[in-house]
């Protein structure tokens, strides 16, 4: 009988909103947190399953709405490697979170179960954590009450930061093996990015400290929690100062602060007292997003998104690899997509003679290319990436017998970044101190960082149409194949332009087309930009 199930029975505390549909998108379920509690409980079902398919490796769910306002929130499920779910599981997910109701659930559940030949003799396995939001703790007992009525043994860590929590993940798995990733704790993360950070800088110096914006989220009492294990910066370590780390009043959360306001709005957080040259970054909500900026005296704001921090990591670990003698046994690439500046990518090939991929949107897109290289580069240009190293490079990397000193410190900074870059999810905090590093061993300040390419002028617009759905892209989203003629019309435009180029693409976490263009002015791409919305208006009604 339905009542008897405890999940039928559990799952009646958490009723299903009939008039919602839900979908596991790029960035798992996320919307208004008050319609989510339903959505959280099966998704714990869901790494039940998952976890006895992979024969109880432990699995994560972390609930967070990255740099989403204050009242929404979301949930995502983390792999044993510490990757984002499997994207077939992507489908299971969606069909247990739109069974109607609580019987159906229940159907769903055993035949998932019955399909997918799950051993229901395996004790299942789950870790999770939340952000700071104020509805995370009411979705912890939505999470606890699947995990309960499944039968399967979790671990709360309370709040972290979502690549914390991909860390831990990795770690569980990996203990006792080759491949072991490190202490499976928060404290275990710090050690380890603390330590290798101090092996990569050296006796570097850090010219001036880093002031870090916090989004007011979780990203705030973790780094105050992090630099406690760096080394001060009166022992010649770096200086980060925290800001917007309110969290006490979490309806500030991203609010006129963080990446995604940075990014968007191409400006500083009001809040912000920058001097000329100092450095300044974002974190998003849940820290797995960094910007960097700092204003001039002449020519006021600059943005150093995630392309500046994608050719810087080329190349430095590119000149790291060479001077190491190490250059022609480790291929790097870098790993973009086509919201990527232009300039940036005309830089990775050109000057750095390095080569870029580029793949649709979404982060697991892009890390599932990076790995294909032996160190892949890769980062969308809202901030989000990391650097992912093969396991062959790892090896030729801790194998070989340096030649000279030169190429043993060269060695030994390249040994530390594979310790300290998280490799399972883009990590504002690895990549942050990751670009500090690389700064003081080129004593570059901002400035310096910046000259390296100049930007083409860009213009990021979005527009809502009837049905986004319509808009089919090939190409990895550079080209438009459905509504049939509309590409020929963006390509006519296009062409009118000195450097031209724009894409339009349907969003997959927002009811909108997304429209970009550049150009070689600000009022070019502005006006590339105005005129590929006209045509994406047309087609869309
Ligand atoms: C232009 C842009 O920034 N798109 C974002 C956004 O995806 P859309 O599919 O464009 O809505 O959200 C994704 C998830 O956070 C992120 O990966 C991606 O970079
Ligand atoms: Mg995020």
Redesign the pocket.
């Known amino acids: 009988m339905a009542s008897q199930n405890p999940i039928a029975a559990a799952s009646a505390k958490f009723p299903k909103p009939a008039d919602r549909t839900f979908q596991y998108g790029?960035?798992g379920f996320r919307m208004k947190a008050a319609l989510l509690d339903s959505v959280v409980y099966r998704v714990g079902l869901l790494a039940a399953l998952r976890s006895r398919k992979l024969n109880g490796q432990v699995i994560g769910v972390i609930i967070t709405a990255?740099h989403n306002p204050p009242d929404d929130n979301g949930v995502k499920l983390v792999d044993p490697m510490g990757e984002m779910l499997e994207q077939f599981w992507e489908t299971y997910a969606t069909i247990l979170a739109n069974a109607p109701s609580d019987q159906a659930l229940v159907e769903a559940y055993d035949k998932l179960t019955a399909d997918l030949k799950i051993d229901t003799a395996v004790q299942p396995r789950v870790i999770f954590a939340r952000d700071t939001r104020a509805s995370g703790l009411r979705l912890v007992s939505a999470l606890v009450a699947a995990l309960e009525a499944s039968g399967t043994e979790y671990t709360d860590y309370k709040l972290l930061t979502t690549p914390q929590l991909h860390y831990i993940t990795r770690c569980l798995n990996t203990k006792g093996t080759a491949y072991e990733y490190g202490e499976p704790t928060e404290q275990g993360y710090y050690e380890k990015t603390a330590a290798s950070f101090k092996a990569a800088t050296g006796h570097k110096k850090f010219n001036g400290p880093v002031t870090v914006d916090c989004a007011n989220g979780v990203g705030g009492p973790k780094l105050r929690e992090l630099i406690k294990y760096l080394p001060s910066p009166s022992e010649g370590g770096l200086e980060i100062k925290v800001v917007n780390d309110n969290v006490v009043e979490p309806e500030r959360l991203n609010q006129q602060c963080g990446a995604d306001f940075v990014k968007t709005n191409q400006r500083a957080p009001p809040s912000s007292h920058s001097t000329p040259l100092a450095r300044c970054a974002s974190l998003d909500g849940d820290a797995d997003r960094l910007m960097y900026y700092f204003v001039d005296s002449d020519h006021g704001f600059h943005l150093l998104d995630g392309d500046r921090i994608a050719t810087l990591a080329a190349l430095f670990i590119g000149d790291l690899a060479r001077n190491a003698g190490l250059g022609e046994k480790l291929k790097v690439g870098v790993v973009q997509?086509a919201?990527a500046n232009g300039a940036s990518t005309s830089y990775i090939t050109q000057d750095l003679k390095l080569p870029v991929v580029c793949t649709p949107?979404?982060?697991k897109h892009l890390h599932h290319a990076a790995t294909k290289f032996d160190v892949g580069v890769y980062f969308?240009?809202?901030g989000?990436g990391t650097v992912v190293f093969s396991d062959v490079a790892l090896k030729r990397i801790n194998k070989y017998e340096p030649q000279s000193p030169a190429q043993s410190s060269s060695l030994n900074v390249l040994r530390a970044l594979t310790a300290l870059i998280n490799q399972t999810v883009g990590d504002a905090f690895s990549d942050l101190l990751l670009v500090e590093l690389i700064l003081a061993h080129k004593s570059w300040g901002p400035k310096e960082w910046d000259l390296t390419y100049t930007d083409l002028p860009n213009r990021?617009g979005r527009i809502e149409v009837a049905d986004r759905i319509i808009f089919k892209t090939t190409a990895a989203e550079r080209k438009l194949e459905s509504p049939p003629g509309v590409q020929a019309q963006i390509d006519g435009l296009v062409g009118k332009y000195k450097n031209g180029r724009s894409f339009a693409r349907a969003?997959?976490?927002?009811d909108a087309v997304?429209v970009y263009a550049e150009a070689a002015t600000k009022g070019e791409a502005d006006d590339l930009a105005a005129k590929v919305a006209d045509v994406v208006k047309r087609a869309g009604v």
């Not at 969003?507 to 927002?510: A, D, K, L």
């Open positions: 790029t960035a990255s997509t919201y949107t979404g982060v969308e240009a809202n989000h990021l969003s997959g976490t927002e997304r």
